[in-house]
């Protein structure tokens, strides 16, 4: 089985950071990917992209350790519009001759005071 477990999260005031972590457990072949999305109220959940031009260009920063089995996410200059629950995926394939598939933390919630 494999879990995955986020930490970092809280409330923050507007253009503070927050740096949250995630790791993977359990008994599995290969993690091919970790990352983040992250869904606010009433939005669809949404993949957190930091190298194209959007909203979080320049503030957010993903970074993996996959040997580690873990995922960063660095947020600066936080903004109201961040607030949002935070989740972790990895694409993990369990056993040799299985496919990869997409596994979910519980989500850690983010949430920016102006």
């Known amino acids: 089985q494999v879990q995955l477990v986020e930490s970092g999260g809280g409330l923050v005031q507007a253009e503070g950071s927050l740096r949250l972590s995630c790791v993977a457990s359990?008994?599995?072949?290969?993690?091919?990917?970790m990352g983040w999305y992250r869904e606010a109220p009433g939005k669809q959940r949404e993949l957190v992209v930091t190298?194209?031009?959007?909203?979080t260009k320049g503030r957010f920063t993903v970074s993996r350790e996959l040997a580690k089995k873990t995922v960063y996410l660095q947020m600066d200059n936080l903004k109201p519009e961040d607030s949002a629950v935070y989740y972790c995926?990895?694409?993990?394939?369990?056993?040799?001759?299985?496919?990869?598939?997409?596994?979910w933390g519980r989500g850690t919630r983010v949430t920016v005071s102006s």
């Open positions: 190298n194209y031009a959007g909203s």
């Open positions: 359990g008994s599995f072949f290969d993690l091919n990917d």
């Open positions: 995926y990895a694409d993990v394939k369990v056993s040799r001759s299985g496919s990869y598939s997409t596994y």
